[in-house]
């Protein structure tokens, strides 16, 4: 008994589809050709005027050794380098297993990033914003600039979605080179730190020998154009200094030299903190928005409404067919 009433109620269900066929078949066409419609006149309408444009979003890939980090450690070389509050905003404590990934992804929502990018590009008057120009600006930053990390490869991405490809892209790299900074001045690879003091010392050193040579040499041409000209005594005993200062940078620099090129064998057999695996590129393919999927949306969506609208115009008739139900409605006896 029960099968067959369901039955019933399936063959009812299907009849008022049937009587309703052409109200459904006329709003689900009506959707689609409206949404198709749509969907050309945004694609030749320009960029900046079409209500509903190609938008590119290039990607920047970038290596986080968290290897080399710790809660602690991490810790202790932000507050040496004076930004401890930086580490308790981006819950980063000596107790604690934080990682450099964890801070390179914070860094990405920190307000101090987001008003460099802000001011470097101009976005408040690019995106029209006037009401709460500073905080609506970050809101809206926020949701097309994205940093991403993966833990399996340990590569940290960070992506940037506009309608303009080519802005898109100097964003990223722009974005990209600001965290490099960052991490340089925070000191968290120290071969890498200690490469750039050496090349500075070597340059320093090789500019005071190169001095001392052209000093040596033009002294020489003083006492060899008449040595008597000049107290010779003076001359020689400032003769023996500059060659023992001479010699001592040398020796120093031969010691720097030396220094440099074995810390470089050892960064060759090691991984950054922060490396550059690519830069983005202008992408010549968009990511959104997808247009055939928002026509199937538009279109079921439109469908699953007609035969909602089919029963309720169905149960709305057959409450008026019945006069105990209108009585009930209109409060008549």
Request: aromatic share 6%; proline share 3%.
């Amino acid at each position: 008994m029960e099968n067959q009433n369901d039955e019933i109620s399936l063959i009812d269900l299907a009849s008022v589809l049937w009587k309703r066929k052409k109200m459904i078949i006329t709003i689900v066409v009506s959707a689609m050709v409206f949404i198709v419609a749509l969907s050309v006149i945004s694609l030749l309408l320009p960029s900046d005027k079409s209500f509903l444009p190609n938008e590119y979003t290039p990607r920047s890939l970038m290596l986080i050794n968290d290897s080399k980090s710790s809660g602690g450690a991490l810790s202790s070389m932000l507050s040496s380098s004076g930004m401890s509050g930086l580490a308790s905003l981006a819950g980063i404590s000596a107790a604690g297993g934080q990682t450099y990934s964890s801070l390179a992804v914070y860094l990405v929502t920190t307000n101090t990033f987001l008003d460099t990018v802000i001011d470097k590009f101009n976005l408040v008057e690019r995106y029209e914003i006037d009401k709460y120009p500073k905080a609506a600006t970050r809101d809206a930053l926020r949701e097309v600039l994205l940093a991403e990390f993966d833990d399996e490869s340990g590569v940290f991405s960070l992506s940037f979605t506009d309608i303009d490809p080519q802005f898109a892209q100097e964003v990223v790299n722009y974005s990209v080179e600001y965290m490099e900074n960052v991490f340089e001045d925070l000191g968290l690879d120290q071969n890498k730190r200690k490469k750039q003091n050496l090349e500075i010392n070597l340059k320093n050193t090789l500019q005071e020998i190169q001095t001392l040579e052209r000093e040596t040499q033009q002294l020489g041409h003083t006492i060899a154009r008449g040595g008597q000209t000049a107290d010779g005594l003076s001359v020689a005993m400032e003769m023996t200094r500059l060659q023992m200062e001479l010699e001592a940078q040398k020796q120093v620099y031969t010691q720097l030299k030396t220094q440099y090129e074995l810390l470089k064998v050892d960064m060759a057999s090691e991984t950054p903190v922060f490396q550059i695996l690519e830069l983005a590129e202008v992408p010549d393919r968009k990511s959104g928005p997808s247009r055939g999927m928002l026509c199937i949306i538009v279109t079921f969506s439109a469908g699953f409404l007609a035969i909602m609208l089919a029963f309720m115009l169905e149960a709305i008739e057959n409450v008026k067919k019945d006069p105990e139900a209108m009585k009930k409605l209109t409060g008549k006896e």
